[in-house]
């Protein structure tokens, strides 16, 4: 029998993640398991009652790219994977958007993916569109013998355009956003093109919305490697995300043998009203 301080120098490392990303990893020497009961969906009620009050300009949205504040009703799915030890995760179905406002006319959104994962955008209206500024991220490992909470934050410095108003179809420019996270080997730099498809239309609750569709890909470099390929349509009018796809992969080679972290998922908003 192994004395217990060579168990717990044996104990699992669990690496964080940056940018949006679920970067999370860890190893141990005995067998670990998921507990996927205590991962499920966020209600709107739960969702209300974090949010309290939306945000201290209740303004009706009616500005370019600031959509109303409010709790929003977004559907979806995912899968959340790690390889060693093989985890996995589920996201959705109903997926709890949080429009919260800031100061200088920017805004906040939070999508809780599940009660053990949340992701956030810090966007801000400007006369030529919509810039990205900052975000954050949390996500929690439920394991066997202990839970592990993960979180980031990130800049992007200078804020990166996500909507131009001056745009066609095909148009591309680069971003670039820098984050750090609990348990991370340092910085890690997201970086890559941005291309604007070209104007759509979503059926969202039954409402005929025009929509713009972009198209990020971003590599990460630092602390953790991987890509992020993700597209997004935002509302034409208000800047308000409708739908997201995303694939996401990054490895961490800081740990014995390195892991591997995958995501993949989509949500679409459900109605245009908030509550």
Request: overall charge neutral; hydrophobic content about 30%.
């Amino acid at each position: 029998m192994r004395e217990p301080g060579r168990r717990r120098r044996h104990r699992a490392r669990i690496v964080g993640a940056i940018v949006g990303v679920a970067l999370i990893a860890g190893v141990t020497t005995f067998v670990v398991l998921w507990n996927r009961g205590s991962s499920r969906p966020v209600s709107m009620g739960e969702a209300r009652h974090r949010a309290g009050a939306p945000g201290t300009d209740q303004s009706t949205g009616a500005e370019p790219f600031r959509p109303a504040a409010g709790i929003y009703r977004y559907r979806g799915e995912g899968t959340e994977h790690l390889d060693m030890p093989p985890l996995t995760q589920t996201q959705g179905p109903g997926i709890p958007g949080t429009v919260t406002h800031l100061e200088g006319q920017c805004w906040r959104l939070r999508v809780d993916y599940s009660t053990n994962h949340w992701q956030s955008w810090d966007y801000c209206p400007t006369g030529s569109g919509l810039t990205e500024n900052a975000g954050a991220f949390f996500q929690r490992l439920d394991l066997v013998v202990t839970k592990v909470d993960t979180s980031s934050a990130y800049t992007c410095d200078p804020p990166v355009d996500a909507i131009r108003t001056t745009q066609q179809a095909g148009d591309q420019w680069m971003q670039e956003c820098r984050g750090t996270s609990t348990g991370s080997d340092g910085e890690v730099i997201s970086s890559g093109p941005y291309t604007y498809v070209g104007p759509e239309h979503l059926d969202i609750g039954g409402t005929n919305v025009a929509a713009l569709h972009y198209h990020r890909f971003r590599n990460l470099t630092g602390g953790q490697t991987g890509t992020e390929d993700v597209n997004v349509w935002f509302d034409a009018a208000t800047g308000l995300p409708l739908r997201n796809q995303r694939v996401i992969t990054v490895h961490s080679g800081a740990l014995i043998g390195g892991v591997t972290y995958q995501e993949n998922g989509s949500f679409q908003l459900a109605s245009m009203n908030p509550t």
